[in-house]
């Protein structure tokens, strides 16, 4: 597929290909860790638009994409996956991707995309879009109550801001894995959301945890 997608956008008037990776990895190796002064070679210089997909091997198209932003504040990122679902959604806007296209997208579509995203757009397809604008809904700070969790669902949500997992949270909190996924109901409860991330993103941004 990405000899594919490289040959479409190649074979496209106005557009060159800098690069292909197989990994993140790769990717980071090869790029320069700031843009050159001067510009360069296409083989050295930092692409505008980058193209990336979440399940990769090794490190995750998530993570390479945390990583290239830090380098390259300025670098387009567009993910284009299989996964469409919340938390895949909003880890990758989170991480720094400006647009997020799933594998079935037509290549014009996906040609304007880029082309929408050089221009300073942020191309989704409908379906991503409105859950994007769901999600970002949610976690909007609360007008009038407060959040009303308990002192332990607190706890809980500062272990799952940390990375840990249920399994983890479960341990350093000296508590069964059953007692965990009850503080999660109450949590998603309270706080209107329906999946880890959105918990933990809703928990920062009301500063519930910092």
Same mark, same amino acid.
């Given at each position: 597929?990405?000899?594919?997608?490289?040959?479409?956008?190649?074979?496209?008037?106005?557009?060159?290909?800098?690069?292909?990776?197989?990994?993140?990895?790769?990717?980071?190796?090869?790029?320069?860790?700031?843009?050159?002064?001067?510009?360069?070679?296409?083989?050295?210089?930092?692409?505008?638009?980058?193209?990336?997909?979440?399940?990769?091997?090794?490190?995750?198209?998530?993570?390479?994409?945390?990583?290239?932003?830090?380098?390259?504040?300025?670098?387009?990122?567009?993910?284009?996956?299989?996964?469409?679902?919340?938390?895949?959604?909003?880890?990758?806007?989170?991480?720094?991707?400006?647009?997020?296209?799933?594998?079935?997208?037509?290549? *014009? &579509?996906?040609? #304007?995309?880029? @082309?929408? !995203?050089?221009? %300073?757009?942020?191309?989704? $397809?409908?379906?991503? +879009?409105?859950?994007?604008?769901?999600?970002?809904?949610?976690?909007?700070?609360?007008?009038?109550?407060?959040?009303?969790?308990? *002192? &332990?669902?607190? #706890?809980?949500? @500062?272990? !799952?801001?940390? %990375?840990?997992?249920?399994? $983890?949270?479960?341990? +350093?909190?000296?508590?069964?894995?059953?007692?965990?996924?009850?503080?999660?109901?109450?949590?998603?409860?309270?706080?209107?959301?329906?999946?880890?991330? #959105?918990?933990?993103?809703?928990?920062?941004?009301?500063?519930?945890?910092?």
């Amino acid at each position: 597929m990405r000899e594919g997608l490289a040959t479409l956008i190649e074979g496209t008037p106005g557009f060159t290909i800098t690069g292909k990776y197989e990994s993140m990895e790769s990717a980071l190796a090869a790029l320069p860790a700031s843009a050159p002064a001067g510009g360069g070679s296409d083989a050295s210089r930092v692409p505008d638009v980058l193209l990336a997909d979440i399940e990769l091997p090794g490190m995750s198209g998530t993570d390479g994409v945390r990583q290239l932003r830090a380098r390259h504040p300025d670098l387009q990122i567009l993910m284009l996956t299989v996964y469409g679902d919340n938390d895949h959604i909003f880890e990758a806007i989170c991480a720094g991707a400006s647009g997020y296209l799933l594998k079935d997208t037509p290549p *014009p &579509r996906l040609i #304007e995309a880029i @082309r929408e !995203l050089h221009e %300073g757009g942020a191309p989704m $397809t409908p379906d991503v +879009a409105r859950k994007a604008i769901t999600m970002f809904q949610k976690i909007a700070p609360p007008r009038e109550e407060a959040h009303r969790l308990s *002192p &332990r669902e607190v #706890e809980l949500l @500062r272990h !799952l801001a940390d %990375g840990h997992s249920y399994k $983890t949270a479960a341990d +350093a909190m000296s508590v069964s894995i059953d007692t965990i996924r009850f503080h999660i109901r109450n949590i998603y409860e309270k706080l209107h959301v329906h999946s880890k991330s #959105e918990a933990v993103i809703a928990a920062l941004r009301r500063g519930i945890v910092r």
